[in-house]
Structures are given as C-alpha cells and as structure tokens.
C-alpha cells in the first residue's frame, strides 16, 4: 500500500508501536511505575502539540467574539451619536427661532404702534437676488401693495406685487425705490433711492439736497415719513462718499445699508403703523 511506502507514516506507525509494546512489557514484569513514567514521558511532545492547537482554536474563538462585540459596540456608539447629532440640530433650530421672536419683541418695544408679520424668503429674481425676492405671506395674510419691510437693523424695502400666499419684494437698492430721509446729527433732509451703476455693489444713494447741507462721512440716514409708505426714524445707512452733484451743482452721497442683502431670510412686513 502507498501508505507503508510513506516514511514519515512508517516512523509515526513504529514510535505509536514502541510506545504501546514498552510499556505493556514492563507492567508485565512489574514494573508499573516505571510504565507509567515511560509512557509519560513518550508522549509528552503529543500533548505538548495537542495543547498548543486547543489554545489556538480557543484564541481564534475569542478574537471572532470580540470583533463581534466590537462590531456591536461600534454600531452602538453610531446610534447614539446619530442621536446627539439630532439633538444638537434641533436644539440649533430652537436657538435660531428664539433669536428671530426676541428680534420680533425688540422691534415691537421700539415700535409699539407697529402691526408686523413675519414672512420668509421662499425665492429670489433671477439676476438680482439682492434688490428683489419672494416671501411666504400674501393676501391671505393681510398684505398689500406699498407695505414697508424691515427688520431690526433697518429698512429692507416695501411689497411691490401680491398673491394669495406670496408677495413681491423690491429693496431700497432697486432702481425704481425711493426712501424719504434725513440726517439725525444736522436736520438735513434728501431722497435715499437706488440707482444702477451702484446697486451690485450693495449700496444706494441720497440725493436733493441743498449744495451747504450739512452732511459728512459716517452720518447715519433715517427714514423722514414723508410720502405714504415707510413710517419716521427706521434707519436706513449710513453715510460713505459726499460730492457734488455737476449738473444740479447738489450735494449727492453714497448710502450703505444697515441692511446685509445677501443674508436676508427672515423678515417683518408692517402691515399697519400711527407716525
């Protein structure tokens, strides 16, 4: 057979002969604890292997139950950090609504007298996103045409068009609007509208005032009340260049909003005021 032909199965054969034979011999004469000794001895390599492969297959078994629990650990952990995560969204979204309702009670203390609802920018006109948006609040709403919009750093602009649940805005930066204003610090008065060359620049204009007004870099402008939309003392800008205009031989000034259009979401639509 191939088998005895196989040197390392004859050598395995004889050893397992000699270490059964041996010791039997020498129980029969006797010697018992010398047997035992012997055998002991031969087969001390068998168990050394035996127990080296039992405590690998023991090891193997405890590393895949620890990536088990490792993998359940982990997975775990996810879950609870997806949950602290919502946690922290939801708690960033209380913080910024309760921001908007104490800006909301700030400019009805200032303005007792104001009516206000709260509208939301849903779009924007294409090419123009900072002189003319849509909000979320129209006729159903009790919004009308010519209604100043604000929020608490000042004028953003008035309602130009009205839907059932929308509304049109122009801000003061748009060529066709005008503020009536005036200079807190020396009384002098002008027209704040918006005008072309400066309207990408975020900026608008104060122009019919007298050549000796008293207007200088850094003047805040406010809103006059004169004409029937914008209600006295909202603030407008703030005062950037002075020149001359060449053709009126007039003061004209470069305004700068109070009001950041590019980050506009919310804001107030007055719907009723008392001057």
Known sequence: M???????????????????????????MGYRGLARNIVGTLTVPFRWCGTVIGNAFEGFGKYFGSVDALRAENEALESENQALRDQLEEAELMEAENERLRQYLEMKNQYPSFL???????????GN?????????????????????????????????????????????ETASSVGAYIPRSGATGIVSG????????????????SNADIQVGDKVMSSGTGSVYPADLPIGEIISVEIDEYSRSLVATVKPMVDFTNLKYMMIITGYQN
């Open 2 to 28: 191939k088998l005895f032909k196989n040197k390392f199965f004859v050598i395995c054969l004889c050893v397992a002969v000699v270490i059964c034979a041996v010791p039997s011999t020498f129980a029969l």
């Open 116 to 126: 206000m609802e709260e509208g939301m920018i849903i779009s924007y006109s294409a």
């Open 129 to 173: 996103y900072m002189t003319s948006f849509t909000l979320n609040r129209g006729s159903l709403h009790g919004i009308e045409v010519n209604m100043p919009v604000v929020v608490t750093e000042g004028i953003v602009g008035y309602v130009t068009d009205v839907g059932l649940n929308w509304c049109m805005v122009s801000t003061i930066i």
């Open 195 to 210: 005008d072309s060359s400066l309207r990408n620049e975020g900026v608008c204009k104060i122009s019919y005032m007298e």
